[in-house]
């Protein structure tokens, strides 16, 4: 299935859903639009509705490993991930974002109606290959396990 990244904010409750397979190709707009709801942070909490997303590529898992850096840095709560029971909800664990992120099995996230594609954005060669390592170095910050295998694999793509 074809990637795609979706969002909405409902009642003060910022909504990303990241629907099939999403690939490094997907995450220019959403390093974009991380940038933005972190450049003035109007919400209470940050939600990720991963139920219909079908395998993320560590570049997305870094992305999402950014949002609760980020987070972390204004509140003391932790974003809110729903997914289903399977083999991403065990790589989730594999890469501990059972610590940074509250991870539930059933959904609440706002209607299907409401969600908006985020916009594609254009990047050149060399500054996806900047946001792949970054996406790389917020994995390798969420824990020790993470910074040991990650860590070798930024330094080989720098």
Not at 59 to 64: I, K, M, N, P, V
Not at 91 to 98: N, S
Not at 117 to 131: P, T
Request: aromatic share 6%.
């Amino acid at each position: 299935m074809q990637g795609t990244i979706l969002s909405t904010r409902v009642d003060s409750v910022e909504y990303i859903r990241l629907v099939g397979v999403i690939r490094y190709s997907h995450c220019a707009g959403l390093e974009a639009h991380i940038v933005k709801i972190f450049a003035e942070p109007d919400f209470s909490e940050i939600a990720i509705d991963l139920e219909l997303a079908e395998m993320l590529d560590s570049t997305a898992l870094g992305l999402l490993a950014r949002i609760s850096i980020e987070y972390k840095k204004i509140s003391d709560k932790k974003p809110v991930i729903f997914l289903q029971k399977g083999e991403l909800a065990h790589i989730l664990k594999r890469v501990c974002f059972d610590q940074v992120f509250n991870i539930l099995e059933k959904s609440q996230t706002a209607d299907l109606s409401s969600f908006v594609e985020l916009e594609s954005v254009s990047k050149s060669e060399e500054e996806v290959l900047d946001c792949v390592i970054e996406a790389h170095r917020n994995l390798a910050e969420i824990s020790e396990s993470n910074e040991r295998y990650f860590t070798d694999i930024t330094k080989a793509l720098s």
